[in-house]
């Protein structure tokens, strides 16, 4: 089955700096990326997704590159605001299974 | 449009009681899926419903955990007999099912805690 491995964990940055977090997965076959958001207490939010007929998606401050050679994935928010704070999560699917696999998260916290 | 409702969002229960857990789709959506959340990890796929049918249901445990998602209401999450490890954040999310890998759209959760 699919594995989705997600760095790094935790992230720290300053306002108005970019903060890059990555993802790798296995099935060669996956070919929709998702990226969610969930701020604490709530349920993950939709931020940004990308298939795999395109290389970059972008959308204001947030861009998602797939590089489906080395298979990885990458979310670049940029001009980071303090409440960009929360836990991103990015998932792989497609392929034989339309169930996403989900990495660990990053916990990304901007500091004023 | 309203979203993914999921209620009740805090639930409490003692050990050897059931949970149950509801789901409403968001307007249009048929299809519904079931994740569990432990704490600072990631979502854990539980089981994939179509109404009156579960298409996959390899994440679920074989023993205390059945779910449905009937023609009529919330597609149900339920859970026997409950134990202090089913403590989590349980979430669900729906899909319109246009086929291929769809975009999945996640409700508030339902907090669980067993005393």
């Known amino acids: 089955g699919e594995n989705v491995e997600q760095h790094p964990s935790t992230l720290s940055v300053q306002e108005g700096d970019s903060a890059v977090i990555k993802c790798t997965y296995s099935d060669s076959a996956s070919n929709y990326f998702p990226w969610y958001k969930q701020e604490l207490g709530k349920g993950p939010q939709l931020i940004i997704d990308i298939r795999s007929n395109v290389g970059e998606k972008k959308d204001q401050r947030i861009a998602v590159t797939l590089n489906k050679t080395a298979k990885h994935f990458s979310l670049h928010i940029t001009e980071t605001q303090p409440e960009d704070s929360a836990v991103y999560f990015c998932a792989a699917s497609g392929g034989g299974s339309y169930i996403p696999t989900f990495g660990r998260g990053t916990s990304l916290i901007v500091h004023p | 449009n309203a979203g993914v409702m999921q209620n009740p969002r805090h639930l409490v229960r003692r050990r050897g009681q059931e949970a149950r857990l509801r789901c409403s789709p968001m307007?249009?959506?048929?299809?519904v899926y079931w994740y569990r959340q432990l704490p600072e990890e990631g979502l854990k796929f539980m089981v994939y419903?179509?109404?009156?049918?579960?298409?996959?249901e390899s994440g679920m445990p074989k023993e205390r955990f059945s779910a449905e998602f009937p023609k009529e209401g919330p597609s149900i999450l339920r859970i026997q007999q409950v134990v202090r490890g089913d403590s989590a954040a349980y979430f669900c999310a729906s899909s319109p099912g246009t086929g291929g890998a769809d975009t999945q759209y996640f409700g508030p959760g339902t907090r669980l805690t067993v005393l």
């Open positions: 307007k249009g959506h048929s299809h």
């Open positions: 419903l179509q109404k009156e049918n579960i298409i996959d």
